[in-house]
């Protein structure tokens, strides 16, 4: 049998952590953690489970990346305040929210982010904007239409929200747009939808799926209009997507008919999207963050998962470690 050093001439290097910046194909025993680890480049995405929600809820949203994010609102035996922030490791209970709501929007990162609309207890619909700064939430001036279901994506000073239910009203093909001070209406949605699910920048978007009965369709936003493009494969609603208009990820959700969740994954390339793997736990009503390469997927219904999974697309470089089994 050829052995390692054979191969790369030198034996396996024990540190006490692992190397900062890895090449392909190096192997090290990590004394720490007392296993074998080594760099690899994936061949296919894939999802894996990691460290749950410390408070189970479903209709929640988020913001962030893979290794930073947001979980903030949704339900749990209510309509909850309850915010939790994840590491890359663990989530961790931070600040509440001042209203209690789900159904909401957000746009920005784990430190400045927005969340808007939504609806609180009693059922009524929110226009209520508040922004986070890392530690607390501040109110900031309302949305134009109180909604809840909206698709929201962007940045704390720069976002849009899109679509939604003015409940007990219909579904709405509204759309605002923040400047970090004020909303401001846009251009309309060219379908008429709610649970809508939106990804990229407050100039360049893609909102898809949504409902009645579980759109499939596809919009992209250049910062003046909206244009249909290709339909993802599933139709979906209250699905969770990562990434921005030209590279994307949609994910869970329920298809047609309604309440059947879906463990369904499909990449945007700028214009197609192509069926990926599937979650592990079919899930809709949850939250996304992150890249199309690197996401976070979390909470969710049935019931009210904590359950969070972590995509790892193709093509990506990740450490390993090496069990015997």
Do not use: H
């Not at 279901?149 to 579904?171: F, H, I, M």
């Not at 369709?217 to 699905?239: F, I, K, P, Y």
Request: glycine share 16%; with cysteine; proline share 3%.
């Amino acid at each position: 049998m050829t052995t390692y050093k054979e191969i790369k001439g030198t034996q396996i290097e024990v540190v006490s952590s692992d190397p900062s910046n890895p090449l392909e194909g190096q192997v090290w025993y990590n004394s720490t953690d007392g296993a074998v680890k080594g760099q690899s480049v994936t061949s296919v995405g894939s999802w894996a489970t990691v460290n749950s929600l410390n408070s189970g809820r479903n209709a929640l949203t988020g913001v962030g990346i893979a290794t930073a994010a947001l979980a903030a609102g949704g339900y749990v035996t209510a309509d909850s305040a309850l915010v939790e922030s994840w590491n890359g490791s663990n989530w961790t209970e931070v600040n509440d929210l001042a209203q209690n709501r789900r159904s909401s929007g957000a746009a920005g990162t784990y430190t400045a982010s927005i969340v808007f609309a939504g609806i609180k207890p009693g059922d009524t619909v929110l226009s209520l904007t508040e922004s986070w700064n890392g530690s607390n939430w501040t109110e900031v001036n309302d949305l134009g239409t109180a909604r809840r279901g909206c698709g929201g994506n962007g940045t704390n000073t720069a976002a849009l929200c899109s679509g939604g239910n003015t409940y007990p009203g219909g579904n709405i093909d509204s759309v605002e747009s923040w400047n970090g001070s004020n909303w401001t209406e846009v251009n309309d949605l060219n379908s008429v939808r709610n649970d809508t699910t939106a990804i990229g920048t407050n100039t360049a978007a893609l909102c898809f799926g949504g409902a009645p009965a579980g759109y499939g369709r596809t919009e992209l936003w250049n910062g003046t209009n909206w244009t249909e493009v290709n339909d993802l494969n599933t139709n979906r609603q209250s699905a969770a997507g990562a990434g921005t208009s030209t590279s994307g990820l949609g994910f869970g959700g329920y298809s047609p008919p309604p309440g059947n969740q879906t463990a369904n994954a499909e990449s945007w390339n700028g214009t197609n999207w192509t069926e990926e793997n599937n979650l592990n736990t079919a899930r809709g009503s949850f939250a996304g963050a992150g890249t199309s390469s690197s996401a976070l997927g979390f909470g969710g219904n049935p019931g009210t998962l904590s359950a969070t999974e972590k995509w790892t697309g193709a093509g990506v470089s990740e450490t390993r470690t090496f069990t015997t089994s």
